[in-house]
């Protein structure tokens, strides 16, 4: 595997204790049991993820033309998004702040792995990378999804319903 690719598994999994640490302060700053368990459960899914990419470039590592490798590797595990439906406005802020944050994290890590795609001459690493960036866009799209819910929600607890 080149030295830049390695640079990329450096960086993913950096990213990845970067976002269990994020989930585990918003974690640890709300009051609200079920929205802690949310925030932990979110904080576990990115410790599985470094798992999943340590065992990804341990295996990537052996021999970077062997086609067969991705084969080995099973599809990283996806986060089990919270539903915010029982949100008491306390917390409600955290939500939206985390939520929102962790949308920025997901789409910057889609242009991190599909520029890592696009630079790597590596073609198992580019294949990946590849299912790296759709397993991140998952994400953000779950995300997303989440985030419109709660800030509808968000919105009308602040005064500014539809009329």
Known sequence: MLKRDVEVFKQAILNEVEGYEFYKMAAYNTTEEDV??????????????????????KKLSGNPDDRTTLATIENPPSPAIFRWDNLQSQNANIAVSVFGIGMEMERASVAFYDKAAKETTVE????????????????????????????????????????
Do not use: C, P, T
């Not at 949310?38 to 065992?55: C, M, Q, R, S, T």
């Open 36 to 57: 802690k368990k949310a925030f932990l459960n979110l904080a576990n899914e990115e410790l599985k993820h470094i798992d999943w990419l340590k065992d990804a470039f």
């Open 124 to 163: 198992a690493a580019r294949q990946l990378f590849e299912v790296l960036s759709k397993w991140e866009q998952v994400h953000l799209e779950q995300f997303s999804a989440s985030y419109d819910l709660l800030i509808k929600d968000w919105w009308a607890e602040q005064g500014f319903d539809a009329f």
